[in-house]
């Protein structure tokens, strides 16, 4: 297990923003079907989650979008910035953070 | 074994619209044809991933998900605001997000431009009402033919009654659309050649699916033979298909029991008609994807006893879950492996989540116990290497109340172990003693013999379950099965074909598994085997020095 990535309690920003960094560990990267469960996942809540290649310095993109994830070109290593806002927000990223 | 004419088949690199057929309404019609073209491509999605296959599933799932995604759907819904017809703005659409992947600096996502693309042909299909595959649905019947590969897409238009053997340059069997065609049983040969797409069309052919090879303008006399050939294949799937419902005895007058695999709730519509005795391998992942939590043992009880009832057998063998880094649930830790086909999976995961272990046991234990049950519960151990985790399972099976009473000789209750891993076949002597019975897994026990990724198509070939190295294997768990006195199952891919079954009877195999649509012709493979011959090829195979010398012996020419 990745301590970095479920250790994340999200860190609330503002009022029901919250926010979490991951770590690619998939030696695939961030393929076509983890993103679809990645899509899946986020689609359940509610809040609104954007997700942001660091490593690349990539634009924001959308999680509900699996077009959108796939333009981060995540690979193994990879730190991605992710962002939730809405009021399940932490849970969202509770329940994202353990995907990558 | 399929005999017929050539046709080249080029897939379309990019499918232009043409806007000819289209007559644009106002938007609000344009955006409900959108709509309507979207549920009938999802529901053929849906059914496509239902297959059998799991590696084929998940690309149909993928689909899905693109097929709903925002950035198509908005785009196309913002184009249709503006005047354009829905074709259009699917076609306009569409070819933007194939450029704009293709664009992208990473190979491995900018090929998924692909997906896209495949999922733009199937809209565009619907929505211009011309089967964008036109060319492969028009073909007439006997048609061989050539292409350089076919996409899934391509491979799903396929008509078994046109064509009727395919011969691609490019691609190796384990491909997504090998699997396919395999499914729809048209025979399929593969990376045979970018020579064979010069070939004049119309020109007769044969596709020798048993020989793997494509035969130009045959003389008539091996036409002929090759005509003989494929006669006694249909009459003895005539022949067998009006017996299935009839018990499996061979010559000399051994009972085989041939059993089904079932991977979902949705494989009963099959296996009700199939003639099956029973289930002979349960694969319960389906019970536990898709969801935040795992079934609770009341969830499970009612599944297994659904699929007890459906399948009106007398044996219901059920593989506890076998899940590993590669397909991960949500409620357990995502485990970073660079090699899960190596890593912590089946009973290697089960036995660090014994939670999940114990209430799938209990489930299995308790369905036993049940006033109306009749037959016996097989529990199946996937995955094991070592002894000890045969011992811990026991453990965990003997702290659970009830299960003493019920795992008697003659009970109601079995437990066994998967043979899949080399080490497993090897201490099969050890494992024996310890269990019920065995189950040989041929797919894995082959790749993980030869050391070679089934789904890896530069090494494919080399994980043929034919092989004598696993051969051998296979000789051994079955001494040993014998020796302490239970019954050697074996249901991988292999026991499916009923070319194959007098091999596997020779080398000691007591009962077969197979898919739904197989279980008639390996009942009939059944009834014309002898022992003694079977024992006879069983030890040539032995000796024999790789696995194309042992395809002779089952198919002599």
Redesign the interface.
């Known amino acids: 297990?990745?301590r970095a990535?479920?250790g994340v309690s999200p860190t609330p920003t503002e009022g029901n923003e919250h926010s979490a960094t991951v770590t690619v560990?998939?030696?695939?990267?961030l393929?076509?079907?983890t993103?679809?469960?990645v899509?899946?996942?986020a689609s359940q809540y509610q809040a609104e989650i954007t997700a942001q290649n660091l490593s690349r310095s990539s634009i924001q993109v959308?999680v509900?979008?699996?077009?959108?994830l796939?333009?981060l070109?995540a690979?193994q290593g990879h730190v991605l910035l992710l962002q939730a806002a809405g009021p399940d927000a932490a849970d969202a990223l509770n329940?994202l953070c353990?995907?990558? | 074994m399929g005999i017929g004419k050539l046709y080249t088949y080029t897939s379309l690199p990019n499918v232009t619209y043409s806007a000819a057929v289209e007559q644009s309404t106002s938007p609000a019609d344009e955006w409900q044809r959108y709509l309507d073209a979207r549920k009938k491509v999802d529901a053929e999605l849906a059914q496509l991933a239902g297959m059998e296959n799991p590696l084929v599933a998940?690309i149909f799932?993928?689909h899905q998900?693109?097929l709903h995604?925002?950035?198509?759907t908005d785009g196309v819904r913002a184009a249709i605001d503006r005047g354009t017809s829905a074709a259009t703005a699917t076609q306009q659409v569409t070819s933007e997000?194939v450029q704009?992947?293709q664009n992208?600096?990473?190979d491995?996502?900018a090929s998924?431009s692909v997906?896209?693309r495949d999922v733009g042909q199937r809209l565009l299909a619907h929505l211009s009402g011309v089967s964008l595959t036109g060319q492969l649905a028009a073909l007439p019947t006997g048609t061989i033919l050539l292409a350089e590969d076919l996409t899934p897409y391509d491979a799903t238009h396929l008509s078994p009654e046109s064509v009727v053997g395919i011969a691609l340059a490019g691609s190796a069997p384990t491909a997504h659309t090998a699997i396919l065609a395999r499914s729809l049983g048209i025979p399929l040969i593969c990376s045979v050649g970018t020579a064979v797409l010069q070939l004049p069309p119309g020109q007769n052919a044969v596709v020798d699916g048993l020989q793997g090879r494509l035969v130009v303008e045959p003389d008539p006399e091996l036409l002929d033979s090759y005509t003989q050939t494929r006669q006694r294949l249909l009459t003895f799937r005539v022949t067998a298909e009006s017996h299935s419902h009839e018990p499996a005895v061979t010559l000399d007058g051994q009972r085989v029991l041939v059993h089904a695999n079932v991977n979902s709730q949705e494989d009963m519509l099959q296996v009700a008609g199939s003639g099956a005795d029973g289930i002979g391998l349960l694969r319960t992942e389906y019970l536990f994807q898709?969801r935040?939590n795992p079934p609770t043992v009341a969830e499970q009880i009612d599944a297994y006893r659904l699929i007890h009832r459906q399948a009106a057998g007398e044996i219901l063998t059920v593989r506890l879950l076998d899940i590993g880094g590669d397909k991960?649930v949500?409620y357990l830790?995502?485990?970073?492996e660079?090699n899960p086909f190596l890593g912590v999976r089946g009973i290697r995961l089960l036995l660090q989540h014994p939670e999940l272990l114990r209430d799938q046991l209990q489930a299995l234990i308790a369905l036993s116990q049940e006033s109306g049950f009749t037959g016996v519960v097989r529990i199946l151990v996937p995955m094991v290497s070592k002894v000890v985790e045969v011992h811990r399972v026991l453990e965990v099976l003997e702290a659970i109340p009830g299960y003493a009473e019920q795992h008697q000789p003659g009970g109601p209750l079995q437990i066994g172990v998967m043979i899949e891993v080399p080490a497993a076949a090897l201490l099969a002597d050890r494992l024996a003693p310890l269990v019920d019975f065995f189950s040989i897994g041929t797919n894995d026990l082959a790749q993980y013999t030869m050391a070679a990724d089934r789904v890896n198509s530069a090494v494919a070939s080399l994980a043929s379950p034919l092989d004598p190295a696993v051969l051998r294997l296979i000789g051994m768990a079955c001494q040993a099965g014998q020796m302490a006195d239970i019954p050697v199952a074996i249901c991988g891919e292999m026991a499916g074909d009923p070319s194959i079954f007098p091999l596997l009877f020779g080398l000691g195999v007591t009962e077969v598994s197979v898919v739904a649509p197989a279980v008639a012709l390996v009942k009939e493979a059944v009834r014309l085997t002898d022992g003694d011959a079977a024992r006879q090829l069983a030890e040539q195979a032995l000796q024999a020095d790789r696995a194309q010398e042992v395809h002779r012996l089952l198919h002599p020419q």
């Open positions: 297990m990745d990535n479920t560990k998939d030696p695939q990267g393929h076509l079907r993103s679809k469960d899509v899946r996942v959308d509900k979008s699996i077009l959108q796939m333009q070109q690979r329940a353990v995907l990558f | 998940d799932l993928v998900e693109i995604d925002k950035l198509l997000l704009l992947f992208l600096s990473d491995y996502f998924r997906d896209i898709e935040t991960p949500r830790p995502r485990i970073a660079s």
